[in-house]
């Protein structure tokens, strides 16, 4: 596999579920991130993880919660969502540093009933 | 507030003639900018960007310019074609940090018709 792969594709859990996104980069970068991209709405940065190491948390609920054991591979554990949740959930990576873009997985489609 | 703006949700256009996306932002701190492009069920993929050191940055048939003063950049899509059908989304970044940090539009759909 190469890129960036998120699972599962599409998502449906009820309020008082917990499930967990999961996101692997093979492409030997060094930062990953969460982005969400709601409806009608540009995509929005959640977490930035740099060489494993949280660096950024914008103002995202703890209902959501990252984590990221190494450097290929990023999780968002979910808990006690709220329909307002329902949203495409993406899965980037990037090299530390100047003038590279970012990778994204194909995301996740949530939908909180 | 939003930081970079595409005021202008959908295109469209003839195939084989100049598509023009259009793309504003605020943050004078922004110094890095990249168009991605996004189909349906898809993640967005990396189309092209270009420093701010520069004001134009030139990939096969799409460009991108830049204009500082104005905050404004642009990517123009010569000739367009069916397969350019998309959603594409300007995004920013400051240098120094992460890229992939970005801050992005809402979108543009374009529609490239036969």
């Known amino acids: 596999e190469t890129g960036v792969t998120q699972t599962p594709r599409h998502l449906v859990m009820g309020m008082t579920n917990k499930k967990s996104l999961k996101c692997e980069q093979h492409?030997?970068?060094?930062?990953m991130y969460w982005y969400k991209q709601s409806a009608k709405k540009p995509l929005e940065l959640m977490f930035v993880?740099?060489?494993?190491?949280?660096?950024e948390n914008n103002s995202v609920p703890s209902r959501f919660s990252p984590e990221c054991p190494n450097s290929s591979h990023l999780f968002l554990h979910l808990h006690t969502l709220q329909p307002e949740d329902s949203a495409l959930y993406l899965c980037?990576?990037?090299?530390?540093?100047?003038?590279?873009?970012?990778?994204f997985g194909q995301g996740t489609r949530l939908t909180v009933v | 507030d939003q930081q970079v703006k595409q005021n202008s949700p959908s295109l469209s256009v003839q195939e084989g003639r100049i598509s023009i996306l259009n793309c504003d932002y605020t943050?004078?701190?922004?110094?890095?900018f990249l168009w991605y492009k996004k189909y349906p069920a898809e993640g967005p993929t990396f189309l092209i960007s270009?420093?701010?050191?520069?004001d134009k940055n030139e990939d096969g048939r799409f460009t991108v310019f830049l204009n500082k003063s104005a905050k404004h950049l642009s990517l123009h899509i010569v000739p367009s074609q069916p397969g350019d059908s998309a959603v594409y989304f300007c995004?920013?970044?400051?240098?120094?940090?992460?890229?992939?940090?970005?801050?992005f539009g809402q979108g543009t759909t374009l529609q490239v018709k036969p």
């Open positions: 943050n004078s701190m922004f110094d890095y």
């Open positions: 980037a990576s990037s090299h530390n540093g100047v003038g590279t873009e970012a990778f």
């Open positions: 995004a920013a970044s400051a240098l120094g940090g992460n890229t992939g940090k970005l801050i």
């Open positions: 993880y740099s060489l494993e190491e949280r660096v």
């Open positions: 270009i420093s701010s050191i520069k």
């Open positions: 492409l030997g970068h060094n930062a």
